[in-house]
């Protein structure tokens, strides 16, 4: 996968699903898909991305062989203008098809608002998937304000922040710091030796633009509270003291001139910027663009760093996450179908390794680090095993239908203006507080 523009792309769901509850509680699939003569066909839409529609294709030829009486037909979700958008207009159309991937669970809540979602955890099964996957812990933070859930998730990927561990260790550093006092020390540190490097740079923090928050503050503020729910359906939830302290630290960072806005070519790479957030895509973007930046030489990966007195193990941080959903339309053989489709897939890990091995993509499952069919993988690939050790402790986003409305107030109400000096912290939270509250109403 490619770096943030992946994400813009994996996150931008801002159309609404309304009035599509009366297009999608219907049976209305059409008849190529619908059971018959003892057969039943299922539609799988697989996210448009060549690497996971060859893992599909695979997979159903292989469950079919298993299972001649279901036949699953995968075909590519169409991504124009967005993969959201085609989704939305297949069910307004009545052409949903049965399952789909790449479901976030922002976008999730608009399509179960709608009803145009089965609740997963409706169907016979849904336990015994969870249990032969080991993901009791994952599925968690994804149970949704109803007490449904709607997404089983596929992957997780638990976004973590890179360190230039070389520039580190030129600081008097062997290890990142885990705590805001010590991240300000380094702050000042870098500051001396080096006068025209940050610890932060990066323009985006400056930006309002609503998915940019997850891989800002969500992953401070998950770290900081210990993973509260920052919104939970229409109630705004979010652990006061946690959020003021971490727009805080974002501001004695900028009064140390460790931040960096303005754009910058590269700025983790070159050294610019010494921290910076990482998904595991970008380790495999690295060893072709930047074949200098090595795994514990070059950088190194850490949790989010916490409050000063949090215990700086099992720290939360933000998932980048989307996972499978089963549409409202079909039929109940068709569902019945996709449950036991879904049961065969995850109750093998060796189909999840599958996975792992053709996107890199953690699968969203307790044990990734404990599992013997993953050990030789993660051997070979050690700066994606800090990434599986942190899967179940990371918060998928949050489950309300306004989701991209709402994080855009946290960047222009709150994290944004303390990033720019235009706002003390206990006002700018305030602010986004009173902003959200009344985008809830």
């Known amino acids: 996968m490619k ?19 009366g297009c999608s509680t219907g049976n209305d699939s059409k008849s190529s898909t619908t059971s018959k003569n003892g057969e039943t066909t299922i539609e799988f839409w697989a996210a448009p991305n060549p690497t996971q529609q060859v893992y ?27 993969s959201e958008a085609s989704i939305q207009s297949a069910i307004a159309g009545k052409s949903a098809p049965t399952m789909s991937e790449n479901i976030n669970r922002g976008f999730a809540a608009q399509l179960a608002e709608s009803k145009a979602l089965v609740p997963l955890d409706t169907l016979d099964g849904w336990d015994k998937v969870k249990s032969d996957r080991n993901m009791d812990n994952t599925m968690k933070g994804w149970e949704f304000s109803d007490g449904h859930q709607y997404v089983l998730p596929i992957y997780s990927n638990a976004m973590l922040f890179g360190w230039r561990l070389d520039i580190l260790k030129e600081l008097g550093y062997n290890e990142p710091p885990k705590t805001y006092s010590e991240m300000l020390d380094v702050t000042k540190k870098l500051k001396a030796k080096f006068p025209d490097k940050y610890v932060w740079a990066k323009a985006d923090i400056a930006d309002p633009t609503a998915w940019k928050r997850w891989f800002d503050f969500f992953m401070l503020y998950n770290a900081a509270s210990g993973g509260n729910k920052f919104i939970e359906g229409s109630e705004f939830t979010a652990d006061d003291k ?3 302290s971490v727009l805080t630290f974002v501001n004695d960072l900028r009064e140390e001139k460790g931040l960096l806005t303005r754009q910058a070519k590269d700025p983790f790479e070159s050294g610019l910027g010494i921290f910076t957030d990482i998904g595991p895509w970008t380790i495999a973007y690295w060893k072709e663009k930047f074949p200098n930046m090595k795994w514990n030489e070059t950088y190194t990966l850490a949790t989010p760093p916490v409050p000063d007195g949090m215990d700086t193990s099992n720290v939360s941080t933000f998932s980048d996450t989307k996972g499978i959903v089963v549409y409202a339309s079909a039929t109940k053989e068709q569902q019945k179908a996709a449950m036991k489709f879904i049961d065969w897939v995850y109750s093998n890990p060796e189909n999840d390794l599958k996975w792992l091995e053709k996107t890199s993509l953690p699968p ?21 095993k800090p990434y599986a050790a942190a899967v179940p402790n990371a918060i998928p986003p949050m489950d309300n239908a306004k989701y991209n409305d709402l ?15 235009e706002k003390d912290p206990k006002t700018a939270w305030e602010d986004m507080k009173k902003a959200i509250e009344g985008a809830l109403k």
């Open 3 to 21: 770096i943030k523009k992946v994400a813009s792309i994996m996150f931008a769901a801002s159309l609404t699903v309304s009035g599509l509850a």
């Open 242 to 244: 946690a959020g003021e």
């Open 364 to 384: 969203a499952r307790d044990d990734l680090t404990t599992n013997d069919s993953f050990t030789e993988f993660f051997e070979k690939n050690p700066a994606l």
């Open 56 to 82: 599909w294709k695979e997979i159903a030829d292989e469950f079919t062989k298993e299972n001649p009486k279901i036949k699953v037909k995968v075909s590519p979700m169409k991504e124009s203008p967005t």
């Open 407 to 421: 994080q855009t107030l946290i960047g222009q109400q709150a994290f944004n203006p303390v990033v720019k000096g």
